[in-house]
């Protein structure tokens, strides 16, 4: 199956104004990580569901009580369509994403879209992006549901140590070299470990397709 795994970058959206056209959850899902980003979101939507409504009312975003017109693009770095069921408005608002240079996600349609949003595991000051490339989104969600449960507070507080390691490393330790090695001397020892379970129905088709169990990894 040919899937565009595309070129993984993270957006510094910090004081830059990000569009999303819906109003349901979806919508004040992205938002909320928007805000967390420190964007200045606008949400473009004739009606709103009850946390956007609460966002718009604090002014904590802006909210445009209509259908997104062309002139939204103005200013904006990045949409995020989370309008679903609706193909024409997907395909025009691509073409339309692209003659003004700005960065467009829609739900539900990879083909128009010129980036994608992987599932998200944060951990403190750590992220784990999950992404299978469009092909099998459901996937992503059930690994960052297991992801999310070893990466706990234990483990933010290590990243959290780790900082501030090595912010007295830089204060007290002008060799770049050693301070390197100190770093690489907390790590020793660390090792995020795991086995994967695949359900019977993988099980049965592996076998058809005569695929070795060690080329799956393990499974119980």
């Excluded at 003659?99 to 949003?117: F, H, I, N």
């Excluded at 469009?134 to 706990?152: Q, T």
């Excluded at 501030?164 to 020892?189: I, S, T, V, Y």
Aim: proline share 4%; charged share 30%; net charge neutral.
């Amino acid at each position: 199956m040919a899937a565009n795994p595309g070129f993984p970058l993270v957006l510094d959206v910090k004081g830059w104004s990000v569009l999303v056209i819906g109003g349901d959850e979806e919508a004040a899902e992205k938002t909320q990580r928007l805000l967390e980003s420190g964007a200045r979101v606008t949400v473009i939507s004739p009606t709103l569901n009850e946390a956007l409504r609460h966002l718009a009312a604090s002014a904590k975003v802006i909210h445009r009580g209509r259908n997104f017109r062309e002139t939204d693009l103005e200013h904006a770095i990045l949409i995020l369509n989370t309008i679903r069921g609706d193909r024409d408005f997907a395909k025009m608002l691509v073409a339309k994403a692209r003659e003004k240079g700005v960065l467009l996600w829609s739900v539900d349609y990879p083909e128009a879209s010129s980036v994608t949003m992987p599932a998200v595991v944060a951990s403190g000051h750590a992220r784990v992006a999950v992404s299978t490339s469009g092909v099998a989104p459901a996937l992503s969600g059930f690994m960052k549901e297991d992801l999310e449960r070893i990466l706990d507070a234990e483990f933010a507080a290590f990243v959290e140590w780790l900082g501030e390691l090595r912010d007295q490393a830089k204060a007290n330790e002008p060799d770049a070299e050693k301070r390197r090695a100190l770093l690489r001397e907390a790590l020793d020892g660390f090792r995020l470990l795991g086995k994967i379970q695949y359900p019977k129905v993988w099980l049965d088709e592996r076998g058809k397709r005569n695929v070795p169990a060690a080329a799956t990894k393990s499974q119980s």
